[in-house]
């Protein structure tokens, strides 16, 4: 959960807090002062840990602290970087189950969850050793009709299209949705092509060269996931986390990330043997 990360960004902002002060010094070996040591001693570290909901205001109350300001917007202050990610594809090609599945490592099967849905899930990714933070917004019921609102896409800084590989309408819809897509989401907005559903080989109606030849057509990346599995859908979110941190912290000299080298190095092939 959100809290542990502010516990921790706390513990990190403390000890910045204990060496710039005069008034405050951290024990760096670590040891207990005892009651020895009182009424007064300025090697002692007092602890104190901000505990409460996420969002109520924990890290503004340390900066304010600290600094003598307030930053506004939590998520910055605390994460560094965040982004917004969307679900995209046709009605139950596995969106909700596909985001259960990278937030909570578990897989929801039945019907329930396709009518429910979800709105949205944060969660940490790290990347070189930052930490990304990704909202990832879940579509429901509006994707029927493909009129997912516009002002949604504008928000998104990456998009997660979906198809179910064994369901050949959803994969033909694909080009309307990127279509849609060209039309409403920023210009620079990361795509990824998703063939889900891959653990269902008996079933399987869209062959693994067809999402290739229509990711490489579009100039995605693609790959084949399941969320049942399990398959391939870290290496999902964390491609993108990476692709979208190296375009925020760039340097001139840097060379540009590779998203599609990455996702070919890493990923697991479900094409030919299953998962
Ligand atoms: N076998 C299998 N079933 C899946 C997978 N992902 C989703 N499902 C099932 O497909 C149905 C629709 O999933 P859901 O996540 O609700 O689709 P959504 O409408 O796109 O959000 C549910 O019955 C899920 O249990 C998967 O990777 N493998
Ligand atoms: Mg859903």
Same mark, same amino acid.
């Given at each position: 959960m959100d809290d542990s990360w502010d516990t921790h960004r706390m513990n990190e902002r403390w000890k910045m807090v204990s060496s710039d002060s005069a008034y405050m010094s951290s024990t760096e070996d670590g040891q207990t002062p005892t009651a020895i040591t009182y009424p007064y001693n300025e090697e002692l570290t007092h602890k104190t840990i901000l505990v409460g909901d996420s969002g109520v205001g924990k890290t503004s109350l340390l900066v304010q602290f600290d600094q003598g300001k307030f930053i506004a917007g939590s998520f910055t202050s605390t994460v560094g970087i965040g982004f917004t990610v969307m679900l995209l594809g046709d009605s139950a090609v596995g969106k909700t189950c596909l985001?259960?599945?990278? !937030?909570?490592?578990?897989?929801?099967?039945?019907? @329930?969850?396709? *009518?429910?849905?979800?709105?949205?899930?944060? !969660?940490?990714v790290d990347v070189d050793n930052l930490k990304v933070k990704l909202q990832i917004w879940d579509t429901a019921g509006q994707e029927r009709f493909r009129s997912? *609102?516009?002002?949604?896409?504008?928000?998104a800084q990456a998009l997660l299209l979906l198809y179910d590989? *064994?369901? !050949?309408?959803? @994969?033909?819809?694909?080009r309307a949705w990127l279509?849609?897509?060209?039309?409403?989401?920023? !210009?620079d907005v990361v795509i990824m092509l998703l063939g889900n559903k891959s653990d269902m080989a008996a079933e399987r109606v869209v062959k693994t060269e067809d999402g290739e030849k229509l990711a490489k057509e579009y100039g995605v990346p693609f790959m084949e996931t399941s969320a049942k599995t399990g398959v391939n859908v870290d290496l999902a979110f964390q491609a993108i986390g990476k692709e979208l941190k190296h375009r925020a912290t760039q340097q001139p000299n840097e060379p540009k990330f590779q998203i599609h080298d990455y996702i070919e190095s890493q990923k697991h092939k479900t094409g030919c043997c299953g998962p």
């Open positions: 985001l259960v599945r990278f !937030k909570d490592g578990a897989f929801l099967g039945g019907n @329930f969850i396709a *009518t429910v849905g979800i709105d949205f899930r944060n !969660k940490v997912v *609102t516009h002002a949604y896409y504008r928000d590989i *064994t369901s !050949k309408p959803s @994969f033909d819809n694909i279509t849609e897509i060209h039309e409403h989401a920023q !210009k």
